[in-house]
């Protein structure tokens, strides 16, 4: 499943989490899911939860997105695609849990990076504005997660590789099979997109990410 963990600077946002996906109805996995996804130079989303309910919609939000920088409109947008997508798997697996969360970070029209989540629990329809945030499945490892980082975790800190060793190290601390120890980052600034891949002991790279949008 999921560990997400991020924070909104005053210049800046980082997304982390696990690079760990399961497969529906098995116990097989794999470790190289990255689950925060640049949709252009300026906005980035991030998910939990079922896949299913993210894939269906997700190359049409890259196309609008591709063709406006607007925080705005892409929110609006995503909310009806991810409504109808939640909708049709209801429909085909009336079952099945379908809990799931997406987040969308970048610059608003005044300039200023805002983080904005998404659940499944009203279906997506409301925006909660997002400062600093940590979302597990499964919840039964939110207390783990958010014990350390509200002991572990100085808020006041401007140093962005302080917080990649902090959050990469509250991912690795949970202990479940369905949570991975490798993670992965994006941090967007005003200065351009890195990309952060963490090793489970720990270690990091950090690279500049070039993405190219049709729109000025």
Known sequence: MTALIGKKFEDSVLIMADK?????????FSDDEKKIIVLNPKVIFAFAGVKNVIDLPLEELKTLA??????EEIEAHAKKL???SLNVFKTLHPEQDYATVYIL?????NGIPRVTYFSSDDDF????????FYKTFPNTEMEILRNYLIKEVDSNKKNIKYYIRKFSSAIRRINNLKVGKNAYAIYLSKNGLLE??????G???MVPISIHSSVN
């Not at 329809?125 to 600093?132: C, D, Y």
């Not at 952060?196 to 002991?201: D, G, L, M, Q, V």
């Open 82 to 84: 991810f409504l109808a």
């Open 20 to 28: 760990r996906i399961t497969y529906r109805g098995t116990e097989k």
């Open 196 to 201: 952060i891949e963490i090793n489970e002991h």
């Open 105 to 109: 970070a970048g610059f608003a029209a």
């Open 66 to 71: 591709r063709k406006t920088n607007s925080l």
């Open 203 to 205: 270690k990091f790279n």
């Open 125 to 132: 329809q409301t925006g909660n504005l997002l400062e600093f």
